[in-house]
């Protein structure tokens, strides 16, 4: 595989796929691996967390806002998924059952999973722990975006960005995370050596798993 992976531009059709993201009857094959891939990456932030060496840059961007408005940061990360979703409009994005199943089963996995998980002490475990759940995430992300049933708003904007500019999905979600991040830390959020992990890993990880299935599965 070499670094090919890196210059994936975009998201592989393979047999769990759905034919078109916007349907009310999708096959039970493409549910079944978009909700087995938005718990991989929910499993993956979780990883993260329990880590203690800093949040994704999407929730250092949240606890700025927090900072600067007084919101509770449910609803500054509410807020951001509504902003981005807008972005959508002119990116011609078209949205799907995905797009809300992200929100719920990432957000359910998230209240379930960390009490449930190690939280390692010494720094160390807390590097390997956080490069796993950067590596999770990715795997999840990569399921996810395959089944082809609408991206979650963050990946939407990833995919939408890659269309009207043609760079590799590795450079546009690595561009988009260290934006993120840099605005939170701007703003007051808290960053930290996961947060810049997650910023510069979750691009070429999610590129090298979608590299991966299409070269195992693209025969299907």
């Known amino acids: 595989m070499a670094l090919n992976f890196l210059s994936v531009k975009s998201v592989p059709r393979l047999f769990w796929s759905a034919p078109k993201p916007f349907t009310l009857k999708?096959?039970?094959?493409?549910?079944?691996?978009?909700?087995?891939?938005?718990?991989?990456?929910?499993?993956?932030?979780?990883?993260?967390?329990?880590?203690?060496?800093?949040?994704?840059?999407?929730?250092?961007l949240a606890q700025g806002l927090t900072?600067?408005?007084?919101?509770?940061?449910?609803?500054?990360?509410?807020?951001?998924?509504?902003?981005?979703?807008?972005?959508?409009?002119?990116?011609?994005?078209?949205?799907?059952?995905?797009?809300?199943?992200?929100?719920?089963?990432?957000?359910?996995?998230?209240?379930?999973?960390?009490?449930?998980?190690?939280?390692?002490?010494?720094?160390?475990?807390?590097?390997v722990m956080c490069v796993a759940g950067v590596?999770?995430?990715?795997?999840?992300?990569?399921?996810?975006?395959?089944?082809?049933?609408?991206?979650?708003?963050?990946?939407?904007?990833?995919?939408?960005?890659?269309?009207?500019t043609g760079l590799p999905i590795a450079h546009i979600r690595s561009a988009i995370e260290v934006s993120v991040v840099c605005l939170g830390w701007l703003l007051g959020g808290t960053a930290g050596l996961g947060t810049v992990l997650f910023a510069f890993g979750i691009g070429p990880s999610l590129a090298a798993f979608m590299y991966l299935a299409d070269s195992l599965f693209r025969s299907s």
Do not use: C, E, H
């Not at 039970?28 to 060496?53: H, K």
């Not at 902003?83 to 379930?112: E, F, Y």
């Open 26 to 60: 999708p096959n039970i094959t493409s549910v079944l691996f978009l909700l087995g891939g938005l718990f991989l990456f929910g499993l993956g932030d979780a990883l993260m967390v329990n880590a203690g060496i800093g949040v994704s840059p999407w929730t250092v």
């Open 135 to 164: 590596l999770v995430t990715g795997i999840g992300g990569a399921i996810y975006l395959i089944a082809n049933l609408g991206p979650g708003p963050r990946d939407g904007l990833m995919t939408g960005l890659q269309k009207v």
């Open 67 to 127: 900072i600067q408005s007084g919101w509770g940061l449910g609803l500054a990360t509410l807020i951001i998924s509504v902003v981005v979703l807008l972005l959508w409009v002119p990116l011609k994005q078209v949205p799907g059952i995905g797009t809300i199943a992200n929100v719920l089963v990432i957000s359910t996995v998230l209240a379930v999973a960390p009490p449930l998980l190690p939280t390692p002490q010494s720094l160390l475990w807390q590097v």
